[in-house]
């Protein structure tokens, strides 16, 4: 595998993460599974839920009514590569990505141990906000862990996708429930003033 080699189209990108999703979807859910990790569920009187991985497991119910992240979109991206990276396709590392809730950072740390100890996943970044010494100013108070990820199985290398690099976000609890819709168009609009 060259990973030196760059993805120069945005129409290949978005093809690999188009591929590479129900990958990394199986994944999030071993980690979740290994570590007490939630999904988002349906919102409850305006206010969003959390479905426990552990309870989904043995309930389809409940599994369907999980909201798995989506694709990040085309428009975002493109404004991300006009406005931070000088249109350097090679450098959009989340358009394929997933996020797991915790109650607790222990639990963060747990789902953190069962990602870097599975051999199928090489690292590339990881970005970890929830350290005392982040300037939380750089993102308007949100904190997070963020990993970039390689994701090498046999189907994903049976599918040419194993160069793809995707994210996934480890947060607790109460940043997911701030993370609304409204409180995700403040960041992304905090974020356009910054020219990010």
């Known amino acids: 595998v060259d990973y030196g080699s760059r993805v120069m189209s945005l129409d290949q990108l978005f093809a690999q993460a188009t591929g590479l999703d129900p990958i990394l979807r199986t994944k999030v859910q071993q980690w979740a599974l290994a570590s007490k ?3 988002r569920g349906p919102d409850l009187e305006g206010k969003p839920s959390f479905v426990l991985w552990q309870d989904a497991v043995a309930s389809p119910e409940m599994q369907r009514s999980i909201r798995w992240g989506k694709l990040k ?41 069962a990602i870097l100890s599975d051999p199928e996943i090489q690292v590339v970044r990881l970005r970890n906000r929830q350290d005392p010494s982040y ?20 189907e994903s ?19 997911a429930e701030l993370k609304n819709l ?4 403040r960041y992304i609009s905090f974020r356009n003033r910054r020219g990010e």
């Open 73 to 113: 979109s085309v428009r975002r991206s493109v404004e991300k590569l006009l406005r931070s990276y000088t249109e350097d396709v090679s450098r959009l590392l989340d358009v394929c990505r997933q996020s797991i809730v915790f109650d607790t950072i222990a639990d963060i740390a747990k789902c953190l141990e």
């Open 182 to 185: 409204a409180g995700h168009k």
């Open 157 to 175: 290398a049976g599918l040419g996708l194993d160069t793809h690099v995707c994210e996934v976000l480890l947060l607790v609890r109460d940043f």
């Open 37 to 39: 990790g939630y999904f």
């Open 135 to 154: 300037d939380s100013m750089q993102s308007a108070g949100y904190r997070d862990v963020s990993l970039n990820i390689r994701i090498s199985t046999p």
